[in-house]
């Protein structure tokens, strides 16, 4: 079964608005990622947000964690037609070993109209 | 510097027929892993190894065999393809930490399209 569940499962804004997708999940984790995936392409890493970390930023984007309530969150600012994509949440935990990996949610489906 | 790179793009077969598809890196990552990503399901781990000789199962493995004789290559076979194993198939790496946690993302191909008839 998939550790990640992100909502919503679709989401369509306009050009300028942000865009919030959540992502829930039910065990300890050593770290969360966040992936962009465009149409018929591979996954491309977006922020890695570790276990003690609350909040973290890049470019346009803002990630939260709170692990006491086994959630995230990806904020877009200021979203662009190129931002359509899906976006998916990883976690990865078993912190005590190098053989760690990620266990993916199934997506959120953003559309940005131009 | 290409990165992740997966053979075939586009595949089919029938029932039964065996095949192997290719990965590579070219960025000296131990840690490699196999996903299948079906409508829906999200990605799914298949097989994965943390360094050449060394291959373990994911979440989804019957059908599937790895092996990994080199660091650069982790080629993911099927056995004898059934309609349920049409899918998309990502390979993805990373560096590892043996021993401590590795707080790295892992770097993806662009994925084979594989249909079974």
């Known amino acids: 079964s998939q550790q990640g569940e992100e909502d919503p499962q679709a989401l369509s804004i306009q050009e300028g608005e942000n865009a919030t997708m959540n992502c829930s999940y039910k065990?300890?984790?050593?770290?969360l990622q966040w992936y962009r995936q465009n149409s018929g392409r591979g996954l491309v890493h977006l922020i890695l947000?570790?276990?003690?970390?609350r909040e973290k930023h890049s470019g346009r984007l803002r990630v939260t964690l709170d692990t006491s309530k086994k959630s995230s969150s990806l904020l877009i600012t200021a979203s662009r037609a190129a931002d359509t994509a899906s976006y998916f949440c990883?976690?990865?935990?078993?912190?005590?070993?190098?053989?760690?990996?990620?266990?993916f949610g199934e997506g959120t489906q953003l559309t940005v109209n131009p | 510097n290409a990165g992740v790179t997966q053979t075939p793009k586009f595949q089919v077969l029938k029932t039964g027929q065996s095949m192997t598809l290719q990965c590579a890196q070219d960025m000296n990552h131990e840690y490699m892993s196999w996903y299948r990503q079906d409508p829906g399901m999200g990605l799914r781990l298949i097989h994965y190894?943390?360094?050449?000789?060394?291959?373990d199962q994911g979440e989804v493995p019957n059908g599937y065999n790895v092996s990994r004789s080199t660091t650069e290559d982790f080629p993911l076979r099927l056995l004898s393809a059934a309609p349920s194993q049409t899918s998309v198939y990502f390979c993805a790496s990373r560096p590892n930490f043996p021993g401590g946690v590795s707080n790295q993302p892992q770097h993806f191909g662009d994925g084979t399209r594989l249909s079974i008839l």
């Open positions: 947000i570790r276990s003690n970390e």
């Open positions: 190894s943390v360094g050449a000789g060394i291959t």
């Open positions: 065990t300890s984790i050593n770290n």
């Open positions: 990883a976690t990865d935990g078993a912190p005590e070993t190098s053989g760690s990996r990620l266990t």
